[in-house]
């Protein structure tokens, strides 16, 4: 039977991979509802090529435009807007396989719901799980939903351990992990080469290609820092269990390390089809469309510790897990408003760290109970960061 597949964040850089990979397997999935906050030219072509029963375009203006070029071209596709439109499709009973692919905190209520519809979950908005990760692995474990991470270092972690993973690492016998670091484009610049960066040159990554947002991330290490807190919800490791080295080839996209001295590992070419293929397979294999490793053409593989004090986002990340609470939540927050300040040519590069330090620092830890108290932090952050944005701009 074919999997009935919602793509939330249908037109970003995730969401057009894995309708490269849907579409070369038309036998295995439907298209059952595409997303997206408002390109609706490039989502009129995904519906022509999907013809998926809903579209949700978040944006009212946007949604009603599109609701009239389709009509005027006899389409029936049901079209749908407002945010509330995107948890109730997830919920829905004919949905059998969510991919959550929307950027940012924006991604967090509809990636919970299907997380407690107990749907089968592709989770690529990391976001979701650094705000919300006790309320979110609590709804997984509650609903029964299989979780499977699209973000590559997890992903390659999720096939280097045992199938049987209870999220018990030392009954496992595993003594740390290690995600890989690319570097970002600023590999190797000091912190006086950094003051000077452009938004430009942070979103032109030299392995990857990807939204601008987790550009800027990947720029800042604040991508890995966030896939720290990632991988600490989803594998059940502290702090300590989690290393980080910089890898620029990013052909090895991360690393078990077992007691034994064994080291498992994921290696593939730099391209997000093959964890999105892999999560929407698990547990069989399809083709993706990525090439195979060529490992003489790969040549060498470099590694080195991760710079802390020229990109100090990676340590701050560290110190909002160990925190705990709240902390990683407003850590997100506050760096979702420094990055969008930074695109804005409001604030410099060197500016985000200083933003989010500081809203960590005024903000108070507060239990998350709920899915309101993960936003309601989320909302006080933003506020605080974008008042620190304003004092710099
Ligand atoms: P992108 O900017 O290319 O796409 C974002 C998508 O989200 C778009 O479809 C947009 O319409 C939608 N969107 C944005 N705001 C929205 C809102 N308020 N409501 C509804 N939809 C909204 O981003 P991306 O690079 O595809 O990244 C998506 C997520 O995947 C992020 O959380 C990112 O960290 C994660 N991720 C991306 C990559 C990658 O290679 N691009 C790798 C690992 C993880
Ligand atoms: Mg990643």
């Given at each position: 039977?074919?999997?009935?597949?919602?793509?939330?964040?249908?037109?970003?850089s995730?969401?057009?991979?894995?309708?490269?990979?849907?579409?070369?397997?038309?036998?295995?999935?439907?298209?059952?509802?595409?997303?997206?906050?408002?390109?609706?030219?490039?989502?009129?072509?995904?519906?022509?090529?999907?013809?998926?029963?809903?579209?949700?375009?978040?944006?009212?203006?946007?949604?009603?435009?599109?609701?009239?070029?389709?009509?005027?071209?006899?389409?029936?596709?049901?079209?749908?807007?407002?945010?509330?439109?995107?948890?109730?499709?997830?919920?829905?009973?004919?949905?059998?396989?969510?991919?959550?692919?929307?950027?940012?905190?924006?991604?967090?209520?509809?990636?919970?719901?299907?997380?407690?519809?107990?749907?089968?979950?592709?989770?690529?908005?990391k976001?979701?799980?650094?705000?919300?990760?006790?309320?979110?692995?609590?709804?997984?474990?509650?609903?029964?939903?299989?979780?499977?991470?699209?973000d590559s270092e997890?992903?390659?972690?999720?096939?280097?351990?045992?199938?049987?993973?209870?999220?018990?690492?030392?009954?496992?016998?595993?003594?740390?992990?290690?995600?890989t670091a690319s570097g970002g484009p600023f590999r190797?610049?000091?912190?006086?080469?950094?003051?000077?960066?452009?938004?430009?040159q942070a979103v032109s990554h030299p392995k990857w290609s990807m939204g601008k947002k987790i550009s800027v991330d990947s720029a800042s290490l604040m991508n890995k820092g966030l896939e720290?807190?990632?991988?600490?919800?989803?594998?059940?490791?502290?702090?300590?269990?989690?290393?980080?080295?910089v890898?620029p080839?990013s052909?090895?996209?991360?690393?078990?390390?077992?007691?034994?001295?064994?080291?498992?590992?994921?290696?593939?070419?730099p391209?997000?089809?093959?964890?999105?293929?892999?999560?929407?397979?698990?547990?069989?294999?399809?083709?993706?469309?990525?090439?195979?490793?060529?490992?003489?053409?790969?040549?060498?593989?470099?590694?080195?510790?991760p710079?802390?004090?020229?990109f100090?986002c990676l340590?701050?990340?560290?110190?909002?897990?160990?925190?705990?609470?709240?902390?990683?939540?407003?850590?997100?927050?506050?760096n979702?408003?420094?990055v969008?300040?930074?695109?804005?040519?409001?604030?410099?590069f060197?500016?985000i760290?200083?933003?989010?330090?500081?809203?960590?620092?005024?903000?108070?830890?507060?239990?998350?109970?709920?899915?309101?108290?993960?936003?309601?932090?989320?909302?006080?952050?933003?506020?605080?960061?974008?008042?620190?944005?304003?004092?710099?701009?």
């Amino acid at each position: 039977m074919q999997q009935r597949i919602v793509v939330l964040g249908s037109t970003g850089s995730i969401g057009q991979s894995t309708l490269d990979v849907i579409a070369r397997h038309p036998d295995r999935y439907r298209v059952y509802a595409l997303a997206a906050l408002r390109q609706i030219d490039l989502l009129e072509t995904q519906i022509d090529r999907f013809q998926p029963e809903v579209a949700v375009v978040v944006d009212p203006e946007a949604a009603d435009l599109l609701k009239r070029r389709l009509a005027d071209r006899g389409l029936c596709v049901d079209v749908q807007t407002g945010s509330d439109a995107l948890v109730h499709l997830v919920q829905r009973p004919d949905v059998d396989t969510v991919m959550a692919a929307i950027v940012g905190a924006a991604g967090l209520p509809s990636a919970l719901a299907a997380a407690e519809a107990g749907k089968r979950l592709l989770l690529a908005n990391k976001e979701a799980l650094v705000m919300a990760g006790p309320v979110f692995m609590n709804a997984v474990r509650q609903s029964g939903a299989v979780l499977l991470p699209i973000d590559s270092e997890h992903n390659a972690i999720f096939q280097s351990l045992p199938a049987a993973y209870s999220g018990n690492p030392q009954a496992t016998g595993i003594s740390h992990i290690v995600l890989t670091a690319s570097g970002g484009p600023f590999r190797g610049y000091s912190r006086d080469q950094l003051a000077t960066v452009t938004p430009a040159q942070a979103v032109s990554h030299p392995k990857w290609s990807m939204g601008k947002k987790i550009s800027v991330d990947s720029a800042s290490l604040m991508n890995k820092g966030l896939e720290v807190i990632e991988a600490h919800f989803l594998f059940g490791l502290p702090a300590e269990q989690i290393k980080v080295v910089v890898h620029p080839q990013s052909t090895i996209h991360s690393l078990v390390q077992y007691v034994d001295g064994s080291v498992l590992a994921e290696l593939g070419e730099p391209d997000m089809r093959t964890p999105i293929a892999h999560a929407l397979a698990w547990p069989e294999r399809i083709a993706s469309g990525v090439a195979l490793l060529d490992l003489v053409a790969c040549g060498q593989f470099d590694f080195a510790e991760p710079d802390l004090d020229a990109f100090p986002c990676l340590a701050l990340a560290f110190e909002a897990l160990k925190r705990g609470g709240s902390a990683p939540a407003v850590l997100n927050a506050a760096n979702e408003i420094a990055v969008a300040a930074f695109l804005d040519n409001k604030i410099a590069f060197l500016d985000i760290p200083e933003v989010i330090r500081e809203t960590l620092a005024a903000i108070p830890d507060t239990p998350l109970s709920g899915l309101d108290a993960v936003l309601a932090v989320d909302q006080r952050a933003r506020l605080d960061a974008q008042s620190r944005v304003e004092s710099r701009a």
